[in-house]
């Protein structure tokens, strides 16, 4: 139904920060609740944050709560992840998705391809 694409990821030093954004597509866009997930080489995909249609309500895993924000502007069809105080167990491919308002991964519909983030020490 709508198309992802995820930017701003790269490698930082623990303790920085960076901003992702996901662009979607399509005339829907606020029709959907929004995810973002991570995974790391060997890993589970991980629920990282959430968003509801209208961005009234998120939601974060307990390991990002305070230092992770999610927010969305519909009018430009985008959603981003503000990440601050990053550590290198950050480090994974963070991956939008569009769908229910929920922290299970098959709740959404649509998944952008990712991008890489890299935390050192």
């Known amino acids: 139904q709508v198309q992802l694409v995820e930017t701003g990821g790269g490698l930082v030093q623990a303790g920085g920060s960076l901003r992702l954004s996901c662009a979607a597509s399509g005339r829907t866009f606020s029709n959907y609740a929004m995810g973002w997930f991570r995974q790391a080489p060997g890993k589970e995909r991980e629920f990282v944050a959430r968003?509801?249609?209208?961005?009234?309500?998120?939601y974060y895993t307990d390991s990002v709560k305070g230092r992770f924000t999610i927010s969305r502007d519909n009018a430009k069809n985008t959603v981003f992840l503000q990440m601050n105080s990053l550590s290198p167990e950050d480090t994974a491919v963070y991956y939008c998705?569009?769908?229910?308002?929920?922290?299970?991964?098959?709740?959404?519909?649509?998944w952008g391809q990712g991008t890489q983030v890299t935390v050192s020490s």
């Open positions: 998705a569009a769908g229910d308002y929920s922290s299970y991964a098959g709740a959404y519909n649509a």
């Open positions: 968003i509801s249609r209208s961005g009234g309500r998120t």
